[in-house]
């Protein structure tokens, strides 16, 4: 692991290095290496700053920072999870305008919802962004030796990596430094959350139905805390700008009908759902293993920047109708073992609709069943690293 370098830390210090960079803003969970990257791009020099505090220090703390940067000899300015300070985005535009270049900025936050709004309304043309996703299959491999198996378990959080060997103490590590960081630090300090409690029973709900359908009724009631549709709607999302469950829409022409649709609940990390499982010493059973299998593989599109969608009608499903950054259009049954062609119905009744979708298997066993590609899991579970 260390001397491991992910695609972020490359692409970081190529833009440092060139001449008049724009504000370089990364993006992501926590947890997943952001810093790291910030740190080793800038190389030991300039300043770096964090406002990763339970006070986060105030907006005239920013041109105090800029100024300590530029009169520093390496004229680098990074400051971590910047969504943290009120009216960063003013302070930064203002400075960046009175004297462009000036510094090699780097901006870093987990909550997609406030840094984006801050981005796109202020400093709109002045900035790159770089997305930090959870580790992929290929780098767990390659840092860790983690294999498929074991990385459809438990996930990459590299942090808790060494924790491996003791399930109970792994477990308490994601919970604690990493969700309830998220939710205590990120969601309930920034945004207007009226109940914390239902917010935590919402994720802790999600987190034991990876790759579920489920309506938001039917969720409601399993909720010992009670709240509207509406509200746990908007906990969703929220969970979602912080990189934790995101609920796919079911596929329709219609996009009303899509809305409304129960989602499919999503974890971005497989860890998040491992380290929720009760008792967490137990096996998975091999059904539960295929749902993870699903999950991760839904989990990956998403972070890779695919348009992620299931589809549902009548008997017929297919897991994932999925549209990518170079027009791909694919059709996606996921299935851990052997499968038989009745088994993959949903594909061609879906595929006899939409003629421009291709429909594919992905299995963690080698086999080919006429009229379907294959895509090995290898493929889908590095995309995005």
């Known amino acids: 692991m260390d001397t491991y370098k992910r695609s972020l830390t490359t692409k970081l210090t190529t833009r440092l290095a060139e001449p008049k960079p724009l504000i370089q803003v990364l993006i992501g969970p926590r947890q997943v290496g952001k810093t790291t990257a910030v740190r080793a791009a ?21 041109n105090q920072w800029w100024d300590r940067a530029i009169s520093s000899g ?40 406030l840094l984006e709004k801050g981005l796109s309304e202020t400093l709109a043309g002045r900035f790159e962004l770089i997305r930090a996703t959870h580790w992929s299959y290929g780098e767990a491999r390659d840092a860790f030796g983690l294999d498929v198996s074991k990385y459809i378990e438990f996930g990459c959080y590299p942090g808790s990596m060494h924790l491996l060997h003791d399930i109970t103490r792994w477990s308490s590590y994601i919970r604690d430094s990493i969700v309830e960081s ?58 979602g700008q912080a990189f934790l469950v ?82 791909e259009r694919l059709a996606i049954e996921v299935k851990s073992g052997p499968t038989t062609e009745s088994e993959l119905a949903g594909l061609k009744v879906f595929c006899g609709e939409n003629k421009d979708y291709e429909p594919v298997l992905i299995s963690l066993v080698d086999q080919k069943i006429a009229g379907f590609a294959s895509r090995s899991a290898e493929w889908v579970l590095s995309l995005g690293g």
């Not at 901006?107 to 919802?113: F, Y």
């Not at 359908?213 to 909720?223: H, R």
């Not at 749902?291 to 008997?315: M, P």
Request: hydrophobic letters at 40%; charged letters at 20%.
């Open 74 to 113: 390496h004229r680098i300015l990074a400051i971590d999870e910047v969504q943290k300070i009120s009216g960063w985005s003013e302070v930064i535009k203002r400075r960046w305008d009175e004297s462009p270049y000036a510094l090699k900025v780097v901006l870093t936050g987990s909550s997609a919802l």
């Open 182 to 239: 998220v939710i205590g630090r990120d969601l309930l300090m920034l945004h207007p959350v009226n109940n914390p409690a239902l917010l935590r029973q919402v994720f802790g709900l999600a987190a034991g139905m990876p790759a579920s359908l489920i309506s938001l009724q039917k969720m409601m009631g399993q909720l010992q805390q009670k709240g509207s549709i509406p509200t746990i709607q908007n906990y969703l999302t929220l969970l």
């Open 246 to 327: 995101t609920g796919v829409n079911k596929f329709s022409a219609n996009v009303i009908r899509e809305k409304k649709s129960s989602p499919k609940l999503i974890i971005h990390d497989n860890g998040l759902a491992r380290a929720f499982t009760r008792p967490v010493e137990a096996p998975l059973t091999p059904e539960v293993f295929g749902r993870y299998f699903e999950n991760v593989v839904g989990a990956r599109l998403i972070e890779a920047g695919w348009d992620v969608f299931y589809w549902k009608h009548g008997k017929a499903e297919v897991d994932f109708v999925v549209q990518g950054p170079q027009g």
């Open 42 to 62: 800038m190389g030991g020099h300039g300043l770096y700053e964090s406002a990763d505090s339970p006070t986060p220090p105030s907006y005239e703390m920013l």
